[in-house]
């Protein structure tokens, strides 16, 4: 069985920093494809930030220069690093994997709440 986790959301003020975590545990032999998505109340969830298979990335306009995606493939884990955050980044995050497992799943992660205040 494989599960996902992600930790490191929380409250922080504008201008401050963040960095999640997806980790994925249980028969893993690698990830793959990551995708970061957020959520906002009332909004439809988007997508914020992609690495591909071959390691190209991806970043909504609303997070460039602002947000670096990236994994490390010895840990099983992908990370989003958040800078310069602001009140819209206000949201649920959710990661989604590529996952190496007996096949290959795309797996979600719970979420994970930030929070950013002005």
């Known amino acids: 069985q494989v599960q996902l986790v992600e930790s490191g959301g929380g409250l922080v003020q504008a201008g401050g920093s963040l960095r999640l975590s997806c980790a994925a545990s249980?028969?893993?032999?690698?990830?793959?494809?990551v995708g970061w998505y957020r959520q906002a109340p009332g909004l439809q969830r988007e997508l914020v930030a992609t690495i591909r298979g071959g390691g190209s990335t991806d970043y909504a306009d609303s997070v460039k220069g602002r947000f670096t995606i990236s994994r490390d493939n010895a840990k099983n884990t992908a990370y989003l690093q958040m800078n310069s955050l602001k009140p819209e980044d206000t949201a649920v995050y959710y990661c989604?994997?590529?996952?190496?497992?007996?096949?290959?799943?795309?797996?979600w992660g719970q979420g994970t709440l930030v929070t950013v205040s002005s």
């Open positions: 249980g028969r893993v032999f690698g990830i793959n494809a």
């Open positions: 989604k994997l590529g996952v190496l497992t007996s096949g290959y799943l795309e797996l």
